[in-house]
Nanobody, 115 residues
């Protein structure tokens, strides 16, 4: 049974920072690719950043240079450091893990950026 538990969301002013955490339990290990996605009201869920088991990262153009994804394998935890937040970053952020042939999602954490 895989479980992904996110934390760290909240309300922040534009230009501020937040760090999201996602703790994975069950059959997710350091070899599995993980990532962060977000969904704003009325919009589809979109990729924010991913990190492979080998540590390679990928970012959406809209967050490059502002967000950093990282993982601590010993803690089975993935982080998303978000700096320079903008109102358009407001969304529910979801942690994701890939363990073929399944995809797993956390329950989401709300990030709200005020202008």
């Amino acid at each position: 049974q895989v479980q992904l538990v996110e934390s760290g969301g909240g309300l922040v002013q534009a230009g501020g920072s937040l760090r999201l955490s996602c703790v994975a339990s069950g059959s997710i290990s350091s070899r599995n690719d993980m990532g962060w996605y977000r969904q704003a009201p009325g919009k589809e869920r979109e990729l924010v950043a991913t990190i492979t088991g080998g540590g390679s990262t990928n970012y959406a153009d809209s967050v490059k240079g502002r967000f950093t994804i990282s993982r601590v394998n010993a803690k089975n935890t993935v982080y998303l450091q978000m700096n320079g937040l903008k109102p358009e970053d407001t969304a529910v952020y979801y942690c994701n893990a890939e363990r073929w042939p399944s995809t797993y999602w956390g329950q989401g954490t709300q990030v709200t950026v005020s202008s």
